[in-house]
């Protein structure tokens, strides 16, 4: 059983910055899927940020390329997303989610809000 706890989220000016954190507890390992998910009132869920547990296979949704970075830390089983210059269109509740195979993410977190002002 995995469990995820996200922490991080605030309300900032659009050119800020935010680090999201995402704790895990439970078994993982380094072919499993990491990834940060998002979803904005009335609009469908989308995937930000994804990675390997073992740090490869990194990879962004184009409208977050350059300004977001994912990374974890494996010795605080703990899973990041660093956001820079963010803009008021990266207003969501931020999730992490682990995928153990076929990316069907079976374990979410409670999610982070995070809102950005113009």
């Known amino acids: 059983q995995v469990t995820l706890v996200e922490s991080g989220g605030d309300s900032v000016q659009a050119g800020g910055s935010l680090k999201l954190a995402c704790v895990v507890s439970g078994g993982i390992a380094s072919t499993y899927s990491m990834a940060w998910f998002r979803q904005a009132p009335g609009k469908e869920r989308e995937r930000v940020a994804s990675m390997k547990w073992g740090a490869y296979n990194i990879r962004y949704i184009d409208s977050v390329k350059g300004r977001f970075t994912i990374s974890r830390d494996f010795a605080k089983k703990t899973l990041y997303l660093q956001m820079n210059n963010l803009k008021p269109e990266d207003t969501a509740m931020y999730y992490c989610?682990?995928?153990?195979?076929?990316?069907?993410?079976?374990?979410w977190g409670q999610g982070t809000q995070v809102t950005v002002s113009s």
């Open positions: 989610a682990v995928s153990t195979s076929n990316d069907v993410y079976a374990y």
